[in-house]
């Protein structure tokens, strides 16, 4: 008999991980396997290109050595991997009883769920889960500090809500600033724009403590120091008022605390400037010349300003230059910053906020860790459950994390895809689906198509989707009405407000798999503010001074804090090509230990050559990685990726050991991840 032949199939499918571009997906299967993993032209705006970390590690990722199939109990000692397989049944009535005696001795808010942005769909990243939450008193988790929530609020305090110009007008631009954003790693398809903007005579500008890869294309790039660019910023805007180039009709229209602002900027100028980002001031005087003769300026801040204690200060400057120069109101001209805002999203009802008692505390997710260990407080966290999120690998002072989940009076419930460095700390895990096993709905925050995705596979083991998942866990616990039984197709059609005519009447349940939504203004096109729509701010303005800032940080205006650096090198952990966060960390893309990036000029002075062994420590900790040496790097600055697992080092520690968690932004409460400081020893 002849062998059969196996059966290929292509199917539709949608990334959901943290990413500003929510590509459309063409998933292979063999005999029901995943084999090949490539973008679509379902979503005109991904267009068919896709990053080679989603690529080459995603099938790995779903279905290699390191998937939860199986509902576990921990036998072990915490953090040594040792589990039993149990059934379904046990896992949701251990769920139930841990909880169950963590609230009867300290009341409801002793549950703390610690849950970040694993994956993007609507109903995965925040649903049923939440209800389940709001429902039984827990502790509710602010988790924008860990990331974005600056930039967020920094932007919010200029244009209130107002939604941002879309990425498409970048191509309309004639100079394009690209601000602490690595766009050929975090936000790829923006390419396609500035590279159309650059052909019709465009110049492009990168700000960024790293030459990257499009730093090398660009017409200019000013290699800041980390922290500094609040000092830029505001140099730049006190340099052009100084050329008589503010918009002045402009700002009387559009702008509140023009002069306020202008009075504060001029405690800097470009000499002073360029001193303190370490910059040349033959640069910093091409720029403003290219500012004052712009047509079309587009500034696309990306997180990495906010990740320094003058964090929000460097956001808000960058962003308000716009603003000075009469930059919005046209095609082309504004910021690329919050393009989603447009998005007629229903979360407060797909999440159950009238569930919400406005009593319960909230704790800062870079405080969970603190919050565990502190066994004295009022209400201790006694209870925790893990999913959507590998807080060992992602959050700041990474031995407190482990600490504080290696702790036997912590109730510790785990649910992911794969068997994290988290994970390893739980009680009970239970087995999530992949994306790749549920039906969705998937928005993106760097542009305004909306897409669907079923199931291209179906769960492997007993793994299941996680609104399945926290519908069990109501049932176990009693909680009755239609939130807690709401199907998948129900859920999708609750995340948005179907009235919106755009829309046109059907239901996002109905949504073709082969295409994408696009919402954008529908008859009256693309967003342009101060031309479509104003500002959403209280003065119906564009504040660039802001009232709140003030009341609530002391930050009405921008202002430089400069840090006080305790060590020889400054770190920093942007994100990395072979991972999304920590999505991937345990593919073979991320295999060894990790590489450090440093300048010749320090390498020859500590001894160092190309693939060096090195420890690289504060008194937080150390970590083992190897040495790259480049000249993309600056002098005292040390690159690593983020993202990383404990694997990766002989130390079992990550970068992430070495950041403190207390170390906060100006506004927000952010981490301010790049004030980090370091040394290093050859091993």
């Known amino acids: 008999m002849k062998d059969s032949q196996p059966t290929v199939e292509h199917r539709p499918s949608v990334c959901p991980l943290d990413c500003p571009d929510t590509c459309s997906l063409n998933i292979e299967l063999t005999d029901g396997q995943i084999t090949d993993v490539r973008g679509s032209k379902s979503n005109p705006f991904t267009a068919g290109a896709i990053c080679k970390k989603v690529m080459r590690s995603y099938a790995e990722f779903t279905q290699g050595a390191d998937r939860l199939l199986y509902p576990l109990r921990r036998t072990g000692p915490r953090g040594s991997g040792q589990f039993e397989r149990i059934s379904w049944e046990e896992a949701l009535e251990l769920v139930h009883d841990g909880f169950t005696r963590a609230i009867a001795a300290h009341g409801s808010q002793t549950v703390l769920p610690l849950n970040y942005a694993g994956p993007h769909g609507e109903l995965a990243g925040g649903s049923m889960d939440r209800r389940f939450f709001y429902k039984l008193g827990a502790s509710r988790l602010d988790r924008k500090p860990l990331c974005a929530g600056v930039r967020s609020m920094a932007y919010s305090s200029l244009f209130g809500s107002a939604a941002s110009m879309g990425p498409e007008q970048l191509a309309q631009s004639d100079l394009i600033l690209i601000w602490g954003v690595n766009v050929t790693v975090s936000a790829l398809h923006l390419t396609r724009h500035i590279n159309a903007a650059r052909k019709a005579g465009g110049r492009l500008v990168i700000i960024d403590p790293k030459r990257t890869k499009i730093a090398e294309q660009a017409d200019l790039h000013l290699q800041v120091k980390p922290g500094t660019d609040v000092v830029l910023g505001l140099a730049l805007a006190a340099e052009l008022d100084r050329r008589g180039a503010l918009d002045e009709a402009f700002l009387e229209k559009w702008a509140l605390g023009a002069d306020e602002y202008r009075a504060n900027a001029r405690q800097y100028d470009l000499p002073k400037a360029a001193e303190i980002c370490g910059l040349a001031l033959a640069d910093l005087e091409q720029l403003t010349d290219w500012l004052v003769a712009a047509r079309a300026l587009v500034t696309a801040t990306g997180v990495g300003p906010e990740r320094g204690r003058s964090g929000g200060a460097g956001l808000r400057a960058a962003m308000s230059l716009n603003a000075l120069l009469g930059q919005h109101g046209r095609p082309g001209a504004g910021v690329y910053g919050k393009p989603a805002a447009l998005l007629p999203k229903t979360t407060a009802r797909l999440q159950g906020d009238h569930m919400i008692d406005p009593d319960t505390r909230i704790i800062n997710i870079l405080d969970s860790a603190a919050a565990m260990l502190d066994r004295d407080r009022k209400i201790p966290v006694s209870a925790v459950m893990i999913y ?33 460095d988290s994970m390893a700390y739980c009680d009970v895990i239970l087995p999530a689906a992949s994306h790749f096993e549920f039906d969705d709905i998937y928005s993106a925050y760097g542009h305004t198509y909306v897409q669907r995705a079923a199931p291209v596979m179906a769960p492997l083991g007993e793994s299941l989707p996680n609104t399945e998942i926290f519908r069990r866990l109501a049932a176990r616990f009693g909680f009755e009405g239609a939130e807690f039984t709401a199907t998948d197709a129900e859920l999708m059609d609750q995340a948005f407000d179907l009235s919106d005519p755009r829309f046109e009447g059907g239901k996002l349940s109905d949504l073709p798999l082969d295409g994408a939504l696009h919402l954008d203004l529908g008859a009256a096109g693309a967003a342009i503010l101060c031309d479509t729509h104003g500002p959403a701010t209280p003065s119906g303005k564009i504040e660039l001074y802001s009232a709140d800032l003030e009341a609530r940080f002391g930050a009405g205006l921008p202002r430089y804090i400069a840090p006080t650096q305790d060590a020889a090198f400054t770190l920093v952990t942007p994100g990395s090509d072979k991972r999304i966060n920590a999505t991937f960390g345990n593919c073979a893309l991320s295999d060894g230990p990790e590489e450090l990036e440093i300048h010749p000029e320090d390498a020859v002075a500590r001894g160092l050559v190309d693939g060096a062994e090195v420890e690289v420590f504060n008194a937080r900790g150390a970590v083992q990685l190897v040495v790259k040496i480049t000249d993309a790097m600056q002098p005292g600055v040390l690159y690593v990726a983020k993202g ?34 370091v040394d290093l020893r050859p091993i």
């Not at 927000?668 to 004030?675: K, T």
């Open 644 to 677: 990383a697992w404990r694997r990766s080092s002989a130390t079992g520690l990550t970068v992430n050991a070495l950041i403190a968690a207390s170390a906060r932004t100006d506004i927000g409460d952010g981490a301010a991840y790049h004030e980090t400081f």
């Open 388 to 420: 959507n999120h590998n807080p060992v690998a992602v959050h700041p002072d990474q031995g407190a994390m482990i600490k504080a989940l290696s702790q036997e009076e912590v109730f510790t419930v785990g649910c992911d895809v794969v068997m994290t």
